[in-house]
């Protein structure tokens, strides 16, 4: 079984930063891709960031130049750094891996339970 698990989420005041973290655990047998995906009440959830297990890395518009994400291979942890937060930052966000649970499995979508972060003054 595999857990993606979110933490950093809170209150924040517009300008402010946040660091989410992510840990992916379980039965993981290799990981693509690892992202950050966000969601508020009446939207559909879109992506904000992307990485690679080789680093590529791709941003929503709206986050480029405010948000860092960064990986760490060899703990399958996934982070985001947010600065320069924004009242429109706020939403549900989420963890995302694209992993296989063995060598002949196919990669499929995990996704964590959610971490809220709140912009406001």
């Known amino acids: 079984q595999v857990q993606l698990v979110e933490s950093g989420g809170g209150l924040v005041q517009p300008g402010g930063s946040l660091r989410l973290s992510c840990i992916a655990s379980?039965?993981?047998?290799?990981?693509?891709?690892m992202a950050w995906y966000r969601q508020d009440p009446g939207n559909q959830r879109e992506m904000v960031a992307l990485?690679?297990?080789?680093?590529?890395?791709n941003y929503a518009d709206s986050v480029k130049g405010r948000f860092t994400i960064s990986r760490d291979n060899g703990k399958d942890t996934v982070y985001l750094q947010m600065n320069s937060l924004k009242p429109e930052d706020t939403a549900v966000y989420y963890c995302?891996?694209?992993?296989?649970?063995?060598?002949?499995?196919?990669?499929?979508?995990?996704w964590g339970q959610g971490t809220q972060v709140t912009v406001s003054s």
């Open positions: 990485i690679t297990t080789g680093g590529s890395i």
């Open positions: 379980g039965s993981i047998f290799s990981i693509d891709a």
């Open positions: 995302n891996a694209v992993l296989r649970i063995s060598s002949w499995s196919t990669f499929r979508n995990y």
